[in-house]
């Protein structure tokens, strides 16, 4: 059992052989059986509705436009049945409250808390796609675990993470929740994710259900604007976005959430392929599948649905089990199913479904299962979460840029110009999506320097969208009185995140010329970048002789980057998202297709595929990022043919003076195929902690199945030849060839 687990684990006395709700096996219930046989149509609708917790607000409003009432009103409904889960709410009392009210019904079956809880609840870890850097599905489920365990402390039993979008256009604000352009990489956080949400048993009261998000290709959304449209091939459909998905309905994962987008002109929330014939069919998930925010309600909006009740009966024959805020199963599922609109044996199954997951996690045995005055106390923002989010913060830190050994500074660096509208800023820590977040908790940069001893002298110099009266002349001065300069610079938490498309992907004007004026005084530059998206860097920024994308790393921020500046922890994050040279790039990513007029490295690019103001290349691409040391890879054995399997090794070498951790990747190329195929793809990944010196060898299997491609309507694999890199990211490496048989 994890360091981080309640000393304590109380197991609820019920027990379901056999129930595996994301898998092909599920046992039926005699209980569940029972109570559906029992329930009116107005008590099955009433399972199948959820909506924001007002019994213990937080006090975010969720699309204000909408009235939630109250808790004195939400408790009434409550004891009607009229609602089957609350969401976003944490505590003892209101869970207290909430679910003594669920238990005076006729039926007595309790509610099941839900929460967004995408990076940590009270202690709040990296945005997910500042944790895709490092690289590393064990540090992603410690995380998740450790978010569980404070969860359930709170009362909450399930959560509506991971979000599993591959997003290839920064410019879309949600890029933030996801773990960034590669589906390889995604899939292997996504399931790290669902097994530290769920672990083996989800009726240990330390374990929450996860909830796959957005079903599906919701990072496809077009020109990165949330909420938009869609126009996606089937090949990339099912190569890059549904991908994930099947992996975390392999994992097991306990619930899906149907996406706001359409596909090929069928909004996702009432798309029958996608959510009954794809997911229930060829997938045989066998969970409940829950609807976006109104998203059921939003199918009228499509102009896919004529008016609510429309929009209830499509969405549910579709195959979304639970409507989310919009009122419409309860309002309109019992009329459809009298009318016979609606067949009971589907309002039967979507019924089952939701009882099967609050069976699953134990809430028939025990209503009041992670509802614990105790465990509020004692098992939230422990020690143990507070370290593991400054190592989870540290080990997502990207060095770009380290010109003339800048860093790690001196563990006596002199006069320190802490710079920038971030150095003092506790307000933009944690990022988005970490709305139940302790900002108690919150290190800024300048607490973390002070923390080590070190002075430091901090000046905003300038707001984060608009200048400071004076802020660049007092900015100036700080510099120019300094040995060296950290500039905090960036967006704040609200620049990312949902509803925070961007059309320039760039550092703010006024802290670009706060950037310009600091850099014209001829101090050395660390630039310390605080984001939620990959950025287009600019000017003083650019060319700033050492820059750290430290995004925002959760309630420890201040103290890993400290961590990372002072050379306690070398960093060895890689980018989870190419940083492109300008926002009119976008989408770019790093695993695209070729063309028949590529645009060669050197020499003319007059017609070919380009833009004029820069190269078909990233600054910075995927699976890039520096060290304090440096490592190579050498003596890399690939065997000529493949029939089924090969097995690639290499030795990879740390060639400097320090210890560090490289990510060494395997990355293929389809040479000639029936589909155009990417430049790269990535195929492999793995850690290696060398000491200054040391060499270790370092070994990929490559199965026939990694091979494969969407051909016409399924999967293919074809013979011939393929190029193979194990490398250090996305461009680097030396080229091998082997032949699949």
């Known amino acids: 059992m994890s360091h981080l687990d309640r000393r304590q684990v109380l197991k609820a006395s019920a027990t379901i052989a056999g129930l595996s709700l994301g898998g092909a096996a599920v046992a039926q219930s005699d209980r569940v059986e029972s109570l559906i046989a029992q329930m009116t149509p107005a008590e099955k609708a009433g399972q199948l509705s959820c909506f924001s917790d007002q019994i213990r607000p937080i006090g975010v409003p969720f699309n204000p436009g909408l009235a939630n009432g109250g ?72 995380t998740a675990r450790a978010a569980a365990l404070e969860s359930t402390a709170l009362g909450i039993h399930w959560t ?36 530290g949400f769920q672990g083996d048993d989800l009726r240990d009261p330390t374990r929450v ?77 066998r969970g409940m599948v829950v609807g976006d925010y109104t998203a059921d309600e939003e199918l009228v909006a499509h102009g896919y649905a004529a008016d609510g009740r429309d929009a209830a009966k499509k969405a549910f024959l579709a195959g979304m089990d639970m409507a989310m805020q919009s009122n419409l199963f309860n309002l309109w599922l019992p009329d459809l199913v009298a009318k016979g609109e609606v067949p009971m044996a589907r309002l039967d199954e979507a019924v089952r479904r939701v009882l099967q997951l609050k069976e699953a996690i134990g809430l028939f045995a025990d209503p009041y299962r992670s509802v614990s005055a105790r465990a509020e106390r004692i098992s939230v923002s422990t020690p143990a979460m507070l370290k593991l989010s400054r190592e989870a913060g540290a ?36 990022g988005t999506w970490a709305f139940m977040a302790d900002e108690t908790l919150n290190v800024s940069i300048a607490q973390g320097l002070r923390a080590r001893g070190v002075s430091v002298t901090a000046v905003a110099g300038s707001g984060i969208e608009a200048p400071l009266p004076g802020g660049i002349a007092a900015a100036v001065a700080a510099a120019q009185a300094a040995d060296v300069v950290l500039l905090a610079i960036g967006e704040s938490q609200l620049m990312s995140g949902e509803a925070q498309a961007r059309t320039e992907i760039v550092v703010p004007t006024p802290q670009m010329a706060l950037a310009e004026a600091v850099a014209a005084t001829g101090k050395p530059v660390v630039v310390l970048l605080r984001h939620g998206r990959a950025l287009a860097l600019h000017g003083a920024v650019k060319d700033a002789p050492a820059i750290l994308a430290t995004w925002f790393l959760g309630s420890q921020s201040g103290h890993a980057i400290a961590d990372v500046l002072f050379g306690d922890v070398n960093p060895s994050a890689k980018l989870s998202a190419s940083f492109p040279n300008e926002s009119g790039q976008e989408p770019y990513f790093y695993n695209h297709k070729n063309t028949g007029r590529p645009a060669p490295d050197t020499g003319s690019q007059e017609y070919k595929s380009r833009y004029r103001e820069t190269k078909n290349e990233a600054l910075y691409p995927f699976g890039f990022g520096l060290s304090y040391t440096s490592f190579a890879v050498s003596a890399v054995s690939v065997p000529a043919r493949m029939t089924d399997r090969i097995e690639v090794s290499a030795t990879v070498t740390n060639t400097g003076a320090r210890d560090g951790d490289a990510v060494v990747q395997l990355y293929i190329h389809d040479r000639v195929a029936s589909r155009t195929r990417p430049v790269r793809e990535l195929k492999g990944f793995a850690r290696v902690s060398l000491k200054a010196g040391e060499s270790k060898p370092v070994r990929f299997a490559l199965a026939r199945e990694d091979l494969r491609f969407w051909g016409d309507g399924g999967w293919v694999v074809e013979p011939g030849m393929f190029d193979l890199w194990v490398a250090t990211s996305s461009v680097d490496g030396e080229k091998q060839a082997f032949e699949l048989m």
């Open 209 to 285: 259900a996860a909830c796959a998000k957005h079903f599906a290709a919701y990072g496809a959304v077009s020109g990165g604007q949330d909420y938009n449209f869609t126009e996606i091939s089937p090949a990339t459909l099912n190569e890059v976005h549904l991908a994930p998905f099947k992996a975390c309905v392999d994992a097991g994962v306990a619930t899906l959430m149907s996406a706001f987008n359409d596909i090929d002109g069928v909004p996702a929330s009432g798309n029958h392929w996608l959510m009954t014939d794809l997911l229930r069919g060829q997938w045989r998930f």
């Open 160 to 195: 509506f993470a991971p979000m599993v979008d591959v997003a290839r256009d920064q410019r879309w604000g949600r890029v933030a929740e996801g773990s960034g352009e590669d589906p390889y990489l995604g899939i292997a956080l996504a399931k790290a994710r669902v097994k």
């Open 395 to 430: 080990r997502s830190i990207v060095m770009l840029k380290n010109e003339g050994a800048l860093l790690p500074l001196k563990k006596a660096p002199g006069r320190i110009a802490l710079i920038g509208p971030f150095g003092e800023d506790r307000q933009n820590v944690v």
């Open 71 to 142: 808790a004195t009103e939400q408790l009434a409904r409550i004891r009607t049945g009229a609602i089957g889960m609350l969401f976003n709410g944490v505590g003892y009392a209101g869970a207290k409250a909430a679910q003594d009210a669920a238990m005076a019904t006729r039926l007595k079956i309790p509610l099941i808390f839900a929460g967004d809880v995408i990076h940590g609840l009270r202690t709040a870890y990296p945005l997910p796609i500042a944790e895709a850097c490092a690289f590393d599905p064990d540090l992603a489920m410690r």
